[in-house]
């Protein structure tokens, strides 16, 4: 009995003593980079699997997502020196909205008034929020280089609040952003008048895109008359322009590092699963929208390997039939998500373009970067 007792106590003393070391050769052999990405995708595959056994639409899911990416090593804790770099405030904008509004510390001896971001984070339209650091630390760096304000709206999450509660949101942080009298604003110039970007990554991509079509039209997210609002530019980072659950996306679908069927398929359910809305409607695949002329210059960035990329190059191919300003990059062999993982040169490179994009300079990625 006792000697039972020891070899469990040595089993559990010596396990992860194993384990470590296994990590530790792995992680040699693959190289640090490369092991991070491993890791995060492993536990998507987690996530993924748990999401094949449970009903898709469930919280309990979106928990699980979330605790599992926060183990992740792509989400550091927010960096302390962006309180060096800029300000960070959150402000209440109406009952469900909020935005949090970064701004330079450079913003008060500015000689003209600066632009202003509205940020749209990823996740699904399920996972993560503004405060999440892995986007405040993206969105304080867009600030702070690009000598700009920073509005990172955080919106209500399916499935508590299912379409189109988190497209709602962001449109009034929208309207916020362009016409609101908040002091803050003040640097960006009188309301109605500034120079407002939109940005958004995945999901979020996906909310950037037809927020643009919605300011081009004067319209609410009920397609109700709504306030004009010029756009500058618009930044989509591996945007989503489809519903995850249609033939198309699964036809197209070439890689499944980090994007996982099973969670595609219920970030589908829990946004779009109990509206009678069509999968077509332009405010679920902005593609499918009447005309895109008109619209402001894009900028869209794609990862080589990401079950999205297709989606990318086709509304690439939409905006220049409708004779819109679009530049299109596509990243070799990176993956989804990989734009807020500092880590990696390539997330550098893709950074870099489109601060370029949103202040109006140039930044050429080199060559062996991109997929030609």
Request: net charge neutral; glycine share 6%; aromatic share 8%.
């Amino acid at each position: 009995m006792i000697g039972t007792i020891l070899l469990w106590l040595l089993g559990i003393l010596f396990l992860p003593i194993f384990l470590l070391t296994i990590a530790v050769v792995i992680r040699t052999a693959l190289g640090t980079q490369h092991w991070r990405v491993v890791t995060l995708d492993f536990l998507s595959h987690i996530a993924d699997a748990l999401c094949h056994t449970r009903k898709p639409a469930s919280k309990f899911n979106r928990k699980l997502f979330e605790f599992l990416a926060g183990l992740g090593p792509s989400h550091r804790p927010i960096a302390a020196s962006s309180e060096k770099r800029c300000k960070c405030e959150d402000l209440k904008i109406s009952e469900h909205a909020s935005v949090r509004l970064f701004t330079p510390h450079t913003s008060s001896t500015a000689a003209e008034p600066l632009r202003v971001m509205l940020y749209i984070h990823g996740g699904g339209h399920v996972l993560f929020h503004n405060y999440t650091a892995d986007f405040h630390n993206l969105c304080a760096r867009f600030a702070s280089k690009g000598n700009m304000l920073v509005a990172s709206v955080e919106y209500r999450l399916a499935p508590e609040h299912p379409f189109p509660a988190g497209l709602e949101d962001a449109h009034v942080a929208l309207d916020w952003v362009a016409n609101s009298n908040h002091p803050g604003l003040d640097v960006c110039g009188a309301p109605g008048k500034r120079k407002v970007i939109v940005a958004g990554d995945s999901a979020g991509g996906n909310v950037a895109a037809v927020l643009a079509l919605l300011a081009r039209d004067g319209k609410s997210t009920l397609l109700q008359p709504a306030p004009v609002i010029p756009l500058e530019h618009v930044i989509l980072i591996y945007p989503s322009m489809s519903d995850p659950s249609t033939a198309s996306r699964k036809a197209t679908t070439r890689s499944t590092y980090i994007l996982h069927p099973n969670s595609m398929a219920f970030f589908s359910e829990a946004t779009y699963g109990s509206i009678p809305l069509p999968s077509s409607d332009f405010r679920i695949s902005p593609a499918n929208a009447i005309t895109h002329v008109g619209l402001a210059p894009h900028t869209i960035i794609a990862a080589s390997e990401d079950p999205l990329v297709d989606e990318g190059v086709a509304y690439t191919e939409r905006l220049r039939a409708a004779w819109v300003v679009v530049q299109h990059r596509n990243m070799k062999n990176m993956v989804h998500g990989f734009f807020t993982w500092h880590f990696l040169p390539a997330t550098r490179h893709a950074f870099e373009f489109a601060l370029a994009a949103a202040t109006g300079a140039e930044y050429t990625i080199p060559a062996d970067a991109l997929v030609n």
